[in-house]
């Protein structure tokens, strides 16, 4: 029997949200969505645009909840208990401005560092064991003003190859496990350096 998938792209709906930093959960799921030639429809029974699709001998469901930020919860709960998704089939990707530009982190059964998207995953399923995968976006003293702004000229030129990063990483979790994707996704921009040093 197939196993489903629930992948899980925080940000906030409307075009005047579209391109922001809070927003590169979308971004991610976007791309997934056009590498595995999906469709996005919106679901009302789940509040959120749905891609969905059997992949591997996993039946994968993509989910924007279109409850902005804040209410993210209500969306994920509601996928979760339509689609009977397991925890540990469970993957958010939201935006993280403690962790440098082009930098990941993958964990679970952590907190929400704050973010009020996870927080209201977290209050919604009442656990902190779903995997989350916090995709850098740099780090400002203003932080509201900062999430909702747009990366930067500079930055959006390296955004399609964190893009696709974010991808393989979440193609590491559904079919190697959560081990091997951490071992991908948490590599500091020091351990980087060091690593091309080895190789010159």
């Known amino acids: 029997m197939e196993e489903n998938y629930l992948i899980v792209g925080l940000g906030n709906p409307g075009k005047e949200y579209e391109k922001t930093r809070h ?27 749905v891609a969905t699709k059997e992949i591997n001998g996993k039946r994968v469901f993509l989910l924007k909840p279109k409850t902005y930020m804040n209410l993210s919860g209500e969306s994920v709960r509601s996928a979760v208990d339509f689609w009977k998704i397991g925890i540990s089939n469970l993957l958010v990707v939201a935006d993280d401005a403690e962790i440098l530009f082009e930098e990941f982190r993958l964990k679970r059964d952590s907190g929400s560092g704050g973010h009020n998207g996870l927080k209201s995953i ?79």
């Not at 927003?23 to 645009?49: P, S, T």
Request: aromatic share 8%.
């Open 122 to 200: 977290e209050s919604s399923l009442g656990t902190n064991a779903y995997a989350r995968l916090r995709v850098g976006i740099g780090k400002n003293q203003d932080l509201s003003d900062h999430v909702l702004t747009p990366f930067t000229e500079e930055e959006s030129k390296k955004l399609r190859e964190i893009l696709e990063k974010a991808r393989g990483i979440i193609e590491l979790w559904m079919f190697e496990g959560i081990y091997k994707a951490m071992n991908c996704a948490n590599i500091r921009a020091k351990e980087k350096l060091l690593k091309r040093e080895d190789l010159e």
């Open 23 to 49: 927003n590169v959960g979308f971004m991610v799921l976007d791309a997934l969505c056009a590498h595995y030639q999906m469709e996005f429809r919106l679901k009302e029974k789940v509040q959120g645009w």
